[in-house]
Nanobody, 126 residues
Framework: QVQLVESGGGTVQAGGSLRLSCTAS????????VGWFRQAPGKQREWVSY???????????EVGDLVQGRFTISKDNAKNTLYLQMNDLKPEDTAMYYC????????????????WGQGTQVTVSS
């Protein structure tokens, strides 16, 4: 049974930093995408970033325009853990952050992902 467990969320002031982690169990990264999405109250789930695991494009990544230059995605295959380093946080970054795995294509879209974590809350105060 695949489980994704996020951690690292919390409340920070604008300009602060957080690092989210997502540890996978029962799942092996093989030539697919793992990524982060977020959802603010009353809004649709939004893609944040993804990274490719395995294959010839292993490590290739993209981040969304809204977080470009502030957020960085990375992974540790040995630990089966995905990270999201978030710097210069803004109040508009406030949301529940979800990690996801198992997308073989169209990695910017939530419907492409098979497995989801339960989410970790990030709150940025002004």
């Amino acid at each position: 049974q695949v489980q994704l467990v996020e951690s690292g969320g919390g409340t920070v002031q604008a300009g602060g930093s957080l690092r989210l982690s997502c540890t996978a169990s029962g799942y092996i990264y093989t030539d697919d995408c793992v990524g982060w999405f977020r959802q603010a109250p009353g809004k649709q789930r939004e893609w944040v970033s993804y990274i490719v695991t395995g294959g010839v494009t292993d490590g290739a990544s993209e981040v969304g325009d809204l977080v470009q230059g502030r957020f960085t995605i990375s992974k540790d295959n040995a630990k089966n853990t995905l990270y999201l380093q978030m710097n210069d946080l803004k109040p508009e970054d406030t949301a529940m952050y979800y990690c996801a795995a198992g997308a073989r294509a169209k990695c910017r879209y939530s419907y492409s992902f098979v497995y989801w974590g339960q989410g970790t809350q990030v709150t940025v105060s002004s």
